[in-house]
C-alpha cells in the first residue's frame, strides 16, 4: 500500500514555466539545440555592489538567524524604498521580509482565507496565483479580460465578480505575462468599486515595478487611493529588476495586524529568510540603480524587437507591453488555419519538439490560444527564436 497523498493536492498543478522549463533542460541535455523562452528570469548578472555587500555580511559573521520577518537594516531600507518611490509611509511593525515575492503571497493567503472565501483573480494571470489560492483553503474565481482592455480588468467586471463570499482582490502590473500595466484612471476606477464593498482586500504583486518604460509614471492603488491601505497590501521584491533570483527575497508592506498574521504563519514555517541575502537586498534597494536602468533599457530594446517581429508573421498577434519582460501573443490565427495542433498546449508541445523554441502555453495563465514568451535572454537567441517560429508558422 503507498502513501497517502493529501487530497487538497489533488487539484494543484505543477508550475507550467518551471515544467517547460525542465523539459527544455532535459532536452538540452540529449544534445537538441533548444532556445529555452519559458523562465522569467534575467540573464543578467547581480550587480557587483550588490555581491560585495553579501560578501562584507559574510566577512563580518552576519550568518545567524535573523528575526523571523527580516533584519531592521532591511526593513529600514524597505521604508526607504517606499518614501522614495512611492511617497508612502510605513513602520517596521508593517514589514515583512520572505523568502521571494511569491513566499509573502503565500504567507498572505495563508494568513487572511478559510474555507469558502473568495479571491478574485484577473486572466491572464501568473500560473500559481489559483494553486496558492486553493491550497491556503480559498476559492479562486477567475475574472476574464481581452485585448481590447489591454488585459486589464475593467471597474464594471470587478463589480459584477463581487460576491458576500470575496475576500480578496489580485492586481499584478506591469503584468506577468502581458506586460501590461493600470493606468491611474483605471485604478481610480477599481477603487471606486472597492470602497463600495469593504470586506474585500487586495494585493498588489508590483515585483516587476521597475522594469516599466511607459510614458505616464506608474502608479500602485495605494498611490491612487491612499484611503485603502487600510485593506490593502503591497508585494515586491529583488529578484527581477535586480537580476536576484536565487537569492530568494521578497518583501511586503500593510496593515500591522496582517503583517503580524504573514509573521505567524512564517514562524512556523520557513522563519528568517537568508541573513546574507538580506544583506545584500539593503544594497541593493539603497545602492546604485545604474545597473537596474541598464537591464531595463535592455528589455525594452528585446521587446521592440519580438513584438515587431512576431506581429510579422502571419496567425501571431501580439500587443506592445509597458514592462517586465514577457510577450503574450495570440497565437489564434495560427491555430485556426493549422488543424493539426487543437490547442496552444498541443502547439506550445510542437513548437519545443519540431522547432526547438520552448514557450509556455497560454491556458496555464488562464487564456487558452496564447503562448507567453520570455525576452529575458540575449538578441542572438530572440533574433534565432523569431526565425525559427517564422518557419514553424509558414509550415516550414
Not at 144 to 164: D, K
Request: glycine share 8%; hydrophobic share 45%; net charge negative.
Amino acid at each position: 500500500m503507498g502513501v497517502a497523498i493529501a487530497a487538497r493536492l489533488s487539484a494543484i498543478k505543477p508550475s507550467a514555466t518551471i515544467a517547460v522549463s525542465m523539459k527544455a533542460a532535459d532536452l538540452k541535455a540529449a544534445g537538441r539545440d533548444i532556445i529555452a523562452l519559458g523562465a522569467g528570469e534575467p540573464d543578467f548578472d547581480t550587480p557587483d555592489h550588490i555581491k560585495q555587500a553579501a560578501l562584507e555580511a559574510i566577512s563580518a559573521g552576519q550568518t545567524k538567524y535573523t528575526a523571523v520577518d527580516g533584519t531592521l537594516a532591511l526593513k529600514e531600507a524597505i521604508l526607504r524604498k517606499y518614501r522614495r518611490d512611492n511617497d508612502l509611509s510605513y513602520e517596521p511593525a508593517q514589514v515583512i521580509v520572505s523568502n521571494g515575492a511569491k513566499h509573502s503571497i503565500f504567507n498572505l493567503l495563508l494568513a487572511i482565507l478559510d474555507a469558502g472565501d473568495e479571491v478574485l483573480v484577473p486572466a491572464p494571470y501568473w500560473v500559481s496565483y489559483p494553486d496558492m489560492v486553493a491550497l491556503a483553503g480559498g476559492t479562486p474565481r477567475i475574472v476574464g479580460t481581452t485585448a481590447e482592455t489591454a488585459f486589464r480588468v475593467t471597474p464594471a467586471q470587478l463589480e459584477a465578480a463581487i460576491t458576500p463570499a470575496t475576500k480578496l482582490l489580485i492586481l499584478n502590473a506591469p503584468s506577468n505575462p502581458t506586460g501590461q500595466v493600470y493606468r491611474e484612471e483605471d485604478l481610480a476606477g477599481l477603487a471606486e468599486v472597492l470602497r463600495r464593498h469593504p470586506q474585500v482586500m487586495v494585493v498588489s504583486d508590483d515585483i516587476y515595478e521597475l522594469i516599466y518604460w511607459g510614458v505616464a509614471p506608474l502608479r500602485n492603488l495605494l498611490e491612487v487611493a491612499p484611503d485603502l491601505a487600510d485593506r490593502t497590501v503591497l508585494v515586491n521584491g529583488v529578484s527581477k529588476a535586480y537580476a536576484m533570483t536565487g537569492w530568494r527575497i521578497g518583501y511586503a508592506v500593510g496593515p500591522a495586524a496582517v503583517i503580524a498574521a504573514m509573521r505567524k504563519v512564517q514562524s512556523q514555517s520557513t522563519s528568517n529568510p537568508c541573513s546574507i541575502s538580506q544583506a545584500a537586498s539593503a544594497a541593493a534597494l539603497d545602492g546604485d540603480h545604474g545597473p537596474v536602468s541598464a537591464m531595463g533599457a535592455a528589455f525594452k530594446e528585446r521587446h521592440d524587437y519580438v513584438v515587431g517581429a512576431l506581429n510579422g508573421i502571419e496567425g501571431i498577434r501580439c500587443l506592445p507591453a509597458d514592462g517586465a519582460f514577457y510577450a503574450f501573443a495570440s497565437f489564434e490565427g495560427l491555430l485556426a488555419r493549422r488543424p493539426e495542433f487543437p490547442d496552444d498546449v498541443a502547439l506550445a508541445g510542437a513548437l519545443l519538439e519540431g522547432a526547438g523554441v520552448a514557450m509556455v502555453p497560454g491556458t496555464a495563465f488562464g487564456m487558452p490560444g496564447h503562448l507567453r514568451l520570455s525576452y529575458a535572454t540575449s538578441m542572438a537567441q530572440l533574433e534565432a527564436a523569431m526565425a525559427r517560429l517564422g518557419e514553424f508558422a509558414a509550415g516550414g
